[in-house]
């Protein structure tokens, strides 16, 4: 009876607000409600929603996500197995599976509570996010426009803690949040891997960065040159097939980009327009000459005349075309034999800025690794912008593993979860359902299915479990 009082009053104290750990614990060091599969609430466990979850302090909260239907949706669908598999539509929580309406829900617990410890919103992906060849497909610049546009100032980014997170106090009122789930998803998350990439930069600092797969696919990244000399990586996508991409861009946002076909000489080019959303809107592509190895350049101050050179496909010769605007193509003209080298197609200069972009292992990263350095900054990676913090789990590639601040393992991994808090890293044991899967030191976030039977709550209770 006396151990039942003491649930009940531990209960009161959370619901009415209180904490139970000291001011500034140190974000790696604090321990955290934390429940597993958090939108199946009763329908597997015993959770209940998430307002109620988080009214009975649990501070992270796990979604299963997937990228089924992006395109005529325009968001992922939240779910175990598929989206409405094993979710609780009950107690308050959304009456639909879409993600945004999860966060929303989360985000709306968080702006009434504005003093709570820093709550983890941890999606799982159980898709391959990897092959949503667009923003439009819901690929991962889509994925962390939804985070930003949800949570907005209370989102705490990855990209501004590299190395650490501060206290717990310096983070009350946020929220993070946590990618896990396919490996591949985040893997590219944290990289991107391509073959001969080239870049283009304009006076207003737009960015346009093309490379193929290696396999037959080209890709663009478009981002803004910034005042330190970083660059913002804004959109990412695929726009056709072949090899050896080269791309000139003006000051009107216009470009063409030029590039060989993966088997046979065939060379090809296509023309587009770049938004303010660093979206490109692409004319289809069209064959103008055979060849190898074209490279190409905006010729004159309004940006309406472009130079093509190019290898013959059987010499050392170079050859070049002289091209104009005509609509959404372009009128070729004046081929004929040159001396000139070919572009470099690798480095672009406006002014004093400089872009320049390569492949190179950075760390435990491929030796394909998409870098890029400017006048300013030196072998940053072009990827998305890190806005969620990514997980390293028991088994994953040493790439997942670096830099990683977050660890995760089944709560039955007790050697593990115990080196990754010896070792100062966050972590996470999900299924942890008995008090018999307890270590020393305790998980930082004991993920289970019933955070209100007894154990679970003098397990916390008696690790200091902040709220």
Do not use: C
């Not at 959370?14 to 790696?28: N, R």
């Not at 598999?85 to 829900?105: E, F, I, K, M, Y």
């Not at 930069?201 to 330190?228: F, M, P």
């Not at 197609?345 to 002014?351: F, K, L």
Request: glycine share 12%; net charge negative; proline share 3%.
């Amino acid at each position: 009876m006396k151990t039942l009082l003491g649930v009940v009053s531990l209960v009161s104290v959370l619901v009415s607000g209180g904490g139970t750990a000291a001011a500034d614990t140190p974000f790696a060091s604090a321990v955290f409600r934390a429940t597993h599969n958090s939108y199946s609430g009763n329908v597997e466990g015993a959770k209940n929603s998430l307002t109620y979850q988080l009214d009975h302090g649990v501070r992270y909260l796990e979604l299963d996500v997937h990228d089924n239907g992006y395109g005529s949706s325009g968001d992922y669908g939240v779910g175990h197995d598929s989206p409405g598999n094993q979710v609780d539509h009950a107690g308050g929580n959304p009456a639909s599976n879409a993600l945004r309406d999860w966060l929303r829900t989360v985000n709306t617990w968080s702006a009434a509570h504005p003093d709570h410890a820093p709550l983890v919103v941890m999606l799982d992906l159980k898709d391959d996010l990897t092959d949503n060849a667009s923003f439009a497909a819901g690929n991962l610049t889509a994925l962390n426009k939804e985070l930003t546009g949800v949570f907005g100032s209370r989102l705490v980014l990855a990209e501004d803690h590299p190395s650490g997170l501060p206290s717990v106090d310096a983070l009350r009122g946020k929220v993070l949040t946590l990618l896990s789930g396919d490996g591949k998803s985040r893997t590219e998350y944290r990289r991107d891997v391509g073959y001969h990439p080239a870049v283009a930069l304009n006076g207003r600092g737009q960015i346009v960065e093309v490379h193929d797969s290696g396999s037959g696919a080209l890709w663009y990244w478009t981002g803004t040159y910034g005042a330190d000399g970083r660059v913002t990586w804004l959109r990412h996508g695929r726009f056709d097939t072949g090899k050896t991409p080269a791309v000139a861009l003006n000051d009107n946002g216009q470009l063409v980009e030029v590039h060989q076909s993966q088997s046979g000489d065939a060379l090809w080019y296509r023309t587009g327009k770049l938004g303010s959303d660093g979206e490109i809107t692409w004319s289809i592509s069209r064959k103008y000459d055979s060849g190898a190895l074209p490279t190409v350049r905006f010729t004159d101050p309004a940006g309406t005349t472009v130079r093509e050179i190019h290898k013959s496909q059987g010499s050392s010769q170079n050859w070049a075309w002289k091209g104009v605007f005509d609509g959404d193509g372009i009128v070729w003209s004046g081929n004929a034999k040159t001396s000139d080298a070919r572009y470099d197609v690798t480095v672009a200069t406006r002014g004093s800025s400089r872009v320049s972009v390569w492949t190179g292992a950075d760390g435990a990263s491929s030796a394909q690794t998409l870098r890029y350095s400017t006048d300013r900054v030196t072998g940053a990676r072009i990827r998305y912008e890190q806005t969620a913090f990514v997980e390293f789990q028991e088994g994953n590639s040493a790439e997942l593993k670096q830099g990683a601040l977050f660890y995760a393992a089944p709560a039955g991994s007790k050697s593990f979860i115990t080196s990754a808090r010896q070792a100062g890293r966050v972590v996470r044991g999900w299924d942890f359902d008995s008090a018999g899967q307890a270590t020393s030191p305790l998980a930082n976030y004991p993920a289970t299915n019933r955070p209100y039977e007894g154990w679970y709550q003098t397990l916390m209770t008696q690790a200091g479990a902040v709220q």
